[in-house]
């Protein structure tokens, strides 16, 4: 009896999260009503607020699932079995950024909306979350290795996280995104390739 209700409880927090993304990436989140998430999970308010007691909580819920889903797709690197470790993460953040042109949600929502919503200070604890659990193993293996010069890695995994995310929602805020992920990439490369011994 606990076990199907639970896992009718994680059905609906996973419903309203999947409606929150597709109505917080269009119309936005100013233009979101819970009653309009309710409607498109097909709950009831109360369900909404059962597991999120305002909107601004279902958002930061939100964002922290899209930055999972891409930490799982392009920032989570892993430490490869052979070649350069550094240009693994290199390539793991250009891939980023060319998913702040192609997936709209993620580009409304993290890259646009979240600091606006949530704070700067937020964002940057939900990022860090996700650069440590991603990165911090990386960075090791390239330090232990010579690959990149000796530095703490769990504040060099912050501070990428921090960067990239102020590359991605330079890109966002772009009037031509395609042509400022170019430019991003090439000055976002150049500072991480920098990492490595003269």
């Not at 939100?62 to 392009?74: C, K, M, T």
């Not at 990149?148 to 966002?172: H, Q």
Request: aromatic share 4%; with cysteine; hydrophobic share 50%.
């Amino acid at each position: 009896m606990i076990g199907r209700r639970a896992a009718h409880a994680a059905d609906t927090r996973a419903a309203v999260l999947d409606a929150a993304e597709e109505l917080f990436s269009d119309p936005g989140y100013a233009e979101t009503a819970i009653d309009a998430i309710a409607s498109r999970a097909g709950v009831t308010k109360g369900a909404v607020y059962h597991h999120f007691p305002d909107k601004s909580q279902l958002f930061g819920a939100v964002v922290e699932r899209l930055l999972r889903r891409v930490g799982a797709r392009a920032g989570d690197v892993g430490v490869p079995a052979s070649g350069d470790v550094w240009d693994a993460v290199c390539s793991a953040y250009q891939s980023r950024l060319d998913l702040v042109v192609a997936d709209r949600a993620y580009q409304r929502v993290v890259d646009r909306d979240a600091a606006a919503v949530l704070g700067v200070r937020e964002l940057e604890r939900l990022t860090a979350k996700i650069a440590d659990t991603a990165l911090v193993p990386v960075i090791e293996a390239a330090v232990r290795s010579g690959v990149i010069g000796p530095v703490p890695p769990d504040r060099l995994a912050r501070m990428m996280g921090a960067l990239l995310s102020a590359a991605c929602r330079e890109i966002a805020a772009s009037p031509t995104p395609s042509a400022a992920r170019i430019a991003v990439g090439e000055t976002l490369d150049a500072l991480l390739q920098g990492l490595r011994p003269k």
